[in-house]
């Protein structure tokens, strides 16, 4: 009697496993079906795209330069490297004194080239090549880079710098001090100029403007240019007169990209 009360818990035991373990196959089964039956859902259907338009804008700045740039060389020969080096220096440091007493900063003032190089004499000679060279001279010169940040001296300092030793002067530019500013400012009006062909053009078509999604700058900006090249030689009243520097007004652009959302 009681072996088959035994024999029945354990076969009672043996269903009640078997039920749940049947429940858990079950939920499984019913989740990977639902899963198969989304996916075949989306089959044949488009993903959503998203509706934009794009548009430029182009904005301007004119203003008049604030800044000459220029660059005045110095060379001096001896057959003494030293000394020629000697020689540059001194007329360097004169040069500068008077820059500085015409009012330019120390802090706009750099050397931008220095070079030292030898230099021959062709000789004729009774020899079978009939000729050599031979050493005439070293050579030093450099290369000065000034900024004029007013430039109604610009002209005077200039036409000084012969008298002061200078042997050229070449690169004369006008250019922006705060030329970022400037370039905000046209930047600016590129967006409302590109804001503006936006709305018109979403009222044409018939649609909503959402949003910016993109905005990227296509080109644009400044570009200094050259007006003055002098090659120096011995002063004289005429060649030391202030030359007149007419700076004229430069255009700073900019061109941007707006891509807007639509409904």
């Not at 540059?88 to 900063?105: D, Q, R, Y």
């Amino acid at each position: 009697m009681v072996q088959e009360d035994n024999n029945s818990r354990h076969y009672s035991n043996l269903l009640r496993s078997g039920a749940i373990a049947f429940l858990i196959l079950s939920i499984f089964l019913f989740a990977v079906t639902v899963s198969e039956i989304k996916k075949w859902g989306m089959i044949g259907k488009e993903v959503a795209v998203q509706t934009t338009i794009t548009v430029s804008g182009k904005g301007e700045e004119v203003v008049k330069p604030d800044i000459a740039t220029f660059n005045f060389g110095i060379q001096q020969e001896s057959l003494v490297v030293g000394e020629a080096q000697n020689k540059v220096s001194k007329t360097e440091n004169e040069i500068l004194a008077f820059l500085k007493n015409g009012g330019v900063s120390t802090d706009d003032v750099k050397v931008s080239g220095y070079n030292i190089y030898p230099r021959y004499d062709y000789v004729k000679t009774n020899d079978v090549g009939g000729g050599k060279q031979v050493l005439a001279t070293y050579v030093v010169s450099e290369t000065v880079e000034v900024k004029v940040r007013k430039l109604s001296d610009a002209g005077k300092l200039i036409g000084s710098l012969g008298t002061q030793g200078a042997t050229n002067l070449s690169g004369l530019s006008f250019s922006i001090d705060k030329q970022e500013v400037v370039m905000k400012v046209a930047q600016g009006k590129a967006i409302q100029d590109a804001k503006g062909k936006a709305e018109k053009l979403a009222k044409d078509l018939g649609v909503s403007l959402v949003r910016i999604v993109s905005f990227s700058e296509n080109g644009g900006g400044y570009t200094p240019q050259v007006y003055y090249t002098k090659t120096m030689g011995a002063s004289s009243p005429r060649d030391s007169a202030s030359p007149e520097l007419p700076s004229g007004t430069s255009k700073i652009t900019s061109e941007v990209s707006l891509t807007y959302e639509i409904r």
